[in-house]
């Protein structure tokens, strides 16, 4: 169900081939999407209506979540589940406090202040997965950050169930992060209505958090109209193994990754044969124990791989090109091997650092860039909900110094009245 190619023998005709795949599934999407976008900044809520009834089965007029239902909700959970979310809660924010960055003040020279000011975005909405799995701990991961960088208002936005219910952890989950206003919808529609705004569901700044194949598309088809964080859709997961790494934690790994969706990328770099061929079979086995086994044996054919190869820094390079949504060194002294690591989402060292830890406990973000998008964007943090202004002062005598150089730079661009701003002040 899953292949092993053995680049030592095949040379290199087959390693890319999953990605490629990946993107062509993003293709095959965007029209559809493009549509319910177009639909939903034209027509409000009415489109949202028929979407959810299309794509969720219900007819909803009312979206919204009421108080009570979230009060409802928070008491019907079992108290070690929100001693867990709780615990979760304290480690995520502990790690995300640690972003924080201060405003600062410079002065530059007698006469010249310079500085940046720090702000959080006002308003961003949150996308919570909600199709085939509720994720409250998606919730702690994109809400808390938000509040610690100081956000007034988060929205959040997560799928109905058949019963037009958001589940209920989702909801605890929220009221333990803080979240202010909370719209059961889902998927293309719930971006394009937080993007452009309905008559019921607020037009936010920014909007964040991971989701499927559709998810993911809209929020590159809206960004420009509002900020996006990244693109985290179907989750992935790249492990590095060598002849001593223990074939059992590798496989229940990649089998979690290979749960989410049947989008979703498992793969094994390794420099040993035999380690590829007892992977295979852990797989085999474990994977019938399991809830999910229909997702995850096709996602494993389609997006799955082992691949064996020369040495580790082969592996590295690989992995670097592959640039994994979450990576882990199952290797010897995987800590000397770290530096060498480009471009991973998270970094996951060691077989007692399984990825499963990150997801939900440790502290560090799991919203995380996929489709090789970890090239260029970094995990969900407190920086994507905040922004920037400069700030500028010059005296008079400060201006007088530097008036000539500015009129020189003005004048090449042939833009006189910006010169002429700096001469009617020494007129
Ligand atoms: N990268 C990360 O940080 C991260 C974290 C958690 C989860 N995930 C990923 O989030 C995803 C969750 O996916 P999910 O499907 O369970 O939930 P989801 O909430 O992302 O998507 C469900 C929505 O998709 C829409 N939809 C379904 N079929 C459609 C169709 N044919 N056309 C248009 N819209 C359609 C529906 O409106 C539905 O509400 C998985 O891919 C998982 O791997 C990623
Ligand atoms: N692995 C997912 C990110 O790709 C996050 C998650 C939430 N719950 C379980 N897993
Ligand atoms: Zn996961």
Known sequence: ?????????????????????????????????????????????????????????????????????????????????????????????????????????????????????????????????????????????NAIPAKVAGVKEIVMVTPPDKNGQVNKAILAAAKIAGVNKIFKIGGAQAVGALAFGTETIPKVDKIVGPGNIYVATAKKLVYGSVDIDMIAGPSEILIIGDENSNPKYIAADMLGQAEHDELASSILITTSIRLAEMVKNEIKEQVKGLSRREIIEKSLKDFGAIIVVEDLQKAIDLSNEIAPEHLELMVDNAFEIVNEIKNAGAIFIGEYSPEALGDYLAGPNHTLPTSGTAKFFSPLGVDDFMKKSSLIYYSRESLMKDKDKIIKLAAKEGLTAHGNSIKVRFE
């Open 1 to 141: 169900m899953i292949r092993i190619i053995n680049l030592k023998e095949e040379g290199n005709k087959d390693i890319k081939a999953f990605i490629r795949k990946s993107k062509v599934v993003f293709n095959d999407v965007t029209k559809g999407v493009e549509k319910i976008i177009e639909d939903v900044k034209k027509n409000g809520d009415k489109a949202v209506i028929e979407y959810t009834k299309k794509f969720d089965g219900i007819k909803l007029n009312n979206f919204y979540v009421s108080n009570t239902e979230i009060e409802d909700a928070y008491k019907d959970c079992e108290d070690d589940f929100i001693k867990a979310l709780e615990n979760a809660k304290e480690n995520i924010k502990e790690f995300h406090k640690k972003q924080l960055k201060n405003s600062w003040i410079w002065n530059k020279d007698k006469g010249i202040t310079l500085g940046q000011l720090y702000n959080p975005i006002y308003r961003v909405g949150i996308y919570v997965p909600g199709g085939t799995a509720a994720y409250p701990s998606t919730v702690l991961m």
